[in-house]
């Protein structure tokens, strides 16, 4: 079975610094994709980025980026120049099976300091 | 700006009474999902649709709930009779879902639901 592991419940950064999210999963897929949603709290879903397996090359979004190691599996989040807006839950999330339902980590609570 | 809407948005209601979520995925989707995120399970898969069918419901409890697609443009998710427990934010998802393909999932803005 496939699962979403993130260890860290609760994480605090100071405006403006880089914190960096961990996650890890578990699949025997070889070609897949690794989402990050982000949660504020309006509730309301947002995809922050994603990766593709078999893409050596990171992703990045603007301030997101990620370090995917596929032979670890691990997909961390990195914010860079973290933001006040950036206080949300974040989940990481892995499609499995024919029909790509969402499996999702626990999440992490990401508090930035003014 | 396409966007997968929910309602109601918020939802109080007693114990017994049959609740309604109602949820219009992107057009050009052909999967939807519901999901049901708690504090103490996080966010939970309960059924989704592959063009209107029904695929797999297995993380719903089958003798309270139930999952229907009636056209492309509607899924509603029904609870009859809700209980405390089914207190807890309902989101729909919709995708495009192709072998080899991205297959993001796009989120509704939820509906809270408090059972009394």
């Known amino acids: 079975a496939q699962t979403v592991t993130q260890s860290q419940p609760e994480m605090s950064v100071q405006e403006a610094e880089t914190v960096t999210l961990s996650c890890t999963y578990d699949?025997?897929?070889?070609?897949?994709?690794l989402f990050w949603y982000k949660q504020p709290p309006s509730r309301q879903m947002i995809l922050v980025i994603r990766q593709e397996a078999y893409k050596q090359q990171n992703a990045t979004e603007n301030r997101f980026s990620v370090n995917f190691q596929k032979a670890a599996k691990s997909f961390s989040l990195k914010i860079s120049d973290s933001q006040l807006g950036d206080t949300a839950m974040y989940f990481c999330?892995?499609?499995?099976?024919?029909?790509?339902?969402?499996?999702f980590g626990k999440g992490i609570t990401l508090s930035v300091r003014p | 700006d396409a966007r997968v809407t929910q309602t109601p948005r918020h939802k109080v209601t007693e114990m017994g009474q049959e609740v309604t979520m109602r949820c219009q995925p992107i057009?050009?989707?052909?999967?939807v999902f519901w999901y049901r995120q708690t504090m103490m399970q996080g966010l939970e898969l309960l059924a989704y649709?592959?063009?209107?069918?029904?695929?797999?419901d297995s993380g719903m409890p089958k003798d309270r709930f139930s999952a229907e697609m009636p056209d492309a443009t509607l899924a509603t998710l029904k609870i009859q009779p809700s209980e405390p427990r089914d207190s807890a934010v309902y989101f729909c998802?919709?995708?495009?879902?192709?072998?080899?393909?991205?297959?993001?999932?796009?989120f509704g803005p939820g509906t809270r639901l408090t059972v009394l």
């Open positions: 699949t025997s897929e070889n070609n897949y994709y």
């Open positions: 649709f592959r063009n209107r069918a029904p695929l797999d």
């Open positions: 057009l050009g989707h052909n999967t």
């Open positions: 999330a892995f499609p499995t099976g024919a029909n790509s339902k969402l499996t």
């Open positions: 998802a919709s995708g495009l879902v192709v072998t080899g393909g991205v297959n993001e999932q796009f």
